[in-house]
């Protein structure tokens, strides 16, 4: 029986697109476009970020040399923060999120930085439909690591067959399948209501 339910954040809750910020950051670099692009997104650099092991400072620090940017860590804040946006899809899934709050311990677990996570809360009434929320940079560790799948589903207080998972990525839901965690990949809203049901989640809204 399902007693709690994982959701993904990026893609799943809320969209988001490096691409906005690798062409706003293109005109202080001679680099290009997509250099900056696969530097931004799941690079070495943002894993350190990612996972709590380098400061925003010093993350901004590292950017700058590899990329000779001319701007300071002020303007480059904006850049970084400023590529998400919520779609009808995101408010679907939010509000699917919020209704099993009520019948289930729901939590938000997430590959994310300190000055996105920061930036979202401030911006985007999102967080409300979760009992617990995981985030990597203070776990200190990465999604597909099965540290911070375990360390989710203590906080729920579930072992992994008690548990769904929805996430967009295929490589981070087989993690949590190889905890015997019930995960599937995220698509849209309907699929995922599909997905629920099929693991025996009542689907209220």
């Not at 901004?60 to 303007?75: H, R, S, T």
Request: net charge negative.
């Amino acid at each position: 029986m399902i007693k709690g339910i994982i959701f993904d954040l990026g893609n799943v809750l809320i969209d988001f697109d490096h691409r906005i910020a690798a062409r706003r950051i293109s005109r202080f670099t001679d680099k290009r476009d997509e250099d900056i692009y696969n530097l931004f997104f799941d690079s070495g650099l943002t894993a350190l970020f990612e996972e709590g092991k380098i400061t925003p400072q010093g993350f901004f620090l590292e950017v700058k040399k590899m990329l000779g940017l001319a701007i300071d860590y002020e303007a480059f804040l904006p850049i970084w923060n400023e590529i998400f946006f919520i779609s009808d899809k995101n408010k679907a899934v939010y509000n699917l999120a919020k209704d099993l709050m009520s019948h289930y311990a729901v939590a938000l677990l997430s590959n994310i930085n300190r000055l996105h996570f920061e930036y979202l809360k401030n911006r985007y009434a999102i967080f409300d439909a979760f009992r617990y929320i995981v985030t990597s940079y203070e776990a200190g560790c990465r999604k597909p690591d099965p540290q911070i799948y375990t360390m989710t589903l203590r906080l729920l207080g579930i072992t992994a067959q008690e548990c769904f998972y929805t996430d967009d990525r295929p490589g981070l839901v087989e993690g949590a399948l190889k905890l015997g965690i019930n995960a599937f990949v995220f698509s849209s809203a309907e699929k995922l209501k599909e997905n629920l049901l099929e693991a025996g989640v009542g689907v209220y809204a």
